[in-house]
């Protein structure tokens, strides 16, 4: 079973809406077999609203699925209720970004392609800072809050079953100063280190590639089971955009394959890496 809140919650959704297809019935229709609305039903199978146990028992019983799924969906349901560890920071993580970071927990492959930034799971707490400090009008306990909540996010790729994480980056963001030259010779440093781990892969995209199949930073999140579908992340300043259709994650692929493709090798990455950090050491 999935660990993260959210990905229960996925989860639970993904295998309401497949009960009802089955069923061959419409939102409207199974809210009306059961005295809800129509809308009530789309809200459990999109994930926008809590699902209670007892309204999955009346799906489950309404669909005549077995009494193992049925109590299997409703465990689905109660856990989806808890609480992640990054919830506890309150207005340091936005709720847009609450669904990311447990979708992103549950993962097991992640690939992502960084245009401007280097990517979060990769960044030093003064860099991290530097950008919040900058791009939100936050508190400076909410900035503590969300620098605390991205340095604890990288522990994943340090767990025994770290997801196999494929970074791309545009060179711009390894030359782009971020604070002062110091703060990036450390996080550069940082940048290094990380490749070094085996789950981590790390390519950068040189300013002479030519063209490449992107337009913005995006990441794509794979799950291990095979009912969980891939989808693809693109965030903005205030909220962010979550594709799960077959089309997109099969563009995003193709996309993702073009940029690995276009991009130095990981050999090649780390030299150019190692050597703009001797020029942030001068």
């Given at each position: 079973?999935?660990?993260?809140?959210?990905?229960?919650?996925?989860?639970?959704?993904?295998?309401?809406?497949?009960?009802?297809?089955?069923?061959?019935?419409?939102?409207?229709?199974?809210?009306?077999?059961?005295?809800?609305?129509?809308?009530?039903?789309?809200?459990?199978?999109?994930?926008?609203?809590?699902?209670?146990?007892?309204?999955?028992?009346?799906?489950?019983?309404?669909?005549?699925?077995?009494?193992?799924?049925?109590?299997?969906?409703?465990?689905?349901?109660?856990?989806?209720?808890?609480?992640?560890?990054?919830?506890?920071?309150?207005?340091?993580?936005?709720?847009?970004?609450?669904?990311?970071?447990?979708?992103?927990?549950?993962?097991?492959?992640?690939?992502?392609?960084?245009?401007?930034?280097?990517?979060?799971?990769?960044?030093?707490?003064?860099?991290?800072?530097?950008?919040?400090?900058?791009?939100?009008?936050?508190?400076?306990?909410?900035?503590?809050?969300?620098?605390?909540?991205?340095?604890?996010?990288?522990?994943?790729?340090?767990?025994?079953?770290?997801?196999?994480?494929?970074?791309?980056?545009?060179?711009?963001?390894?030359?782009?100063?971020?604070?002062?030259?110091?703060?990036m010779r450390e996080q550069l440093e940082k940048i290094l280190e990380i490749t070094e781990l085996p789950s981590v892969t790390l390519?950068?995209?040189?300013?002479?590639?030519?063209?490449?199949?992107?337009?913005?930073?995006?990441?794509?999140?794979?799950f291990p089971a095979p009912e969980d579908p891939d989808l693809v992340y693109r965030d903005g300043i205030t909220d962010a955009v979550?594709?799960?259709?077959?089309?997109?994650?099969?563009?995003?692929?193709?996309?993702?394959?073009?940029?690995?493709?276009?991009?130095?090798?990981?050999?090649?990455?780390?030299?150019?890496?190692?050597?703009?950090?001797?020029?942030?050491?001068?």
């Amino acid at each position: 079973m999935a660990g993260s809140p959210t990905a229960r919650r996925r989860r639970l959704s993904i295998e309401l809406k497949k009960l009802r297809e089955k069923s061959g019935l419409t939102c409207a229709q199974v809210g009306q077999a059961l005295d809800w609305s129509g809308s009530k039903v789309n809200r459990m199978e999109t994930g926008s609203g809590r699902v209670q146990p007892s309204d999955v028992d009346a799906l489950c019983r309404f669909y005549g699925t077995s009494d193992e799924l049925r109590e299997f969906l409703k465990s689905l349901a109660r856990e989806a209720k808890t609480r992640g560890w990054w919830q506890v920071h309150g207005a340091g993580v936005p709720e847009w970004f609450n669904i990311y970071i447990g979708l992103e927990q549950d993962a097991s492959t992640l690939r992502q392609y960084q245009c401007e930034l280097l990517p979060g799971l990769m960044q030093t707490e003064a860099y991290a800072r530097e950008l919040h400090t900058t791009g939100a009008h936050m508190s400076a306990e909410d900035i503590d809050r969300a620098v605390r909540v991205r340095l604890e996010r990288q522990e994943m790729l340090t767990r025994p079953d770290a997801p196999e994480a494929w970074f791309v980056v545009n060179e711009g963001a390894v030359r782009n100063v971020i604070g002062d030259r110091e703060i990036m010779r450390e996080q550069l440093e940082k940048i290094l280190e990380i490749t070094e781990l085996p789950s981590v892969t790390l390519q950068v995209l040189p300013f002479d590639s030519g063209t490449y199949p992107a337009t913005g930073s995006f990441t794509m999140l794979g799950f291990p089971a095979p009912e969980d579908p891939d989808l693809v992340y693109r965030d903005g300043i205030t909220d962010a955009v979550y594709l799960e259709g077959e089309h997109h994650v099969r563009e995003y692929t193709r996309a993702f394959d073009g940029l690995r493709a276009a991009a130095l090798s990981p050999q090649r990455s780390a030299r150019l890496v190692q050597s703009v950090v001797k020029e942030y050491s001068k």
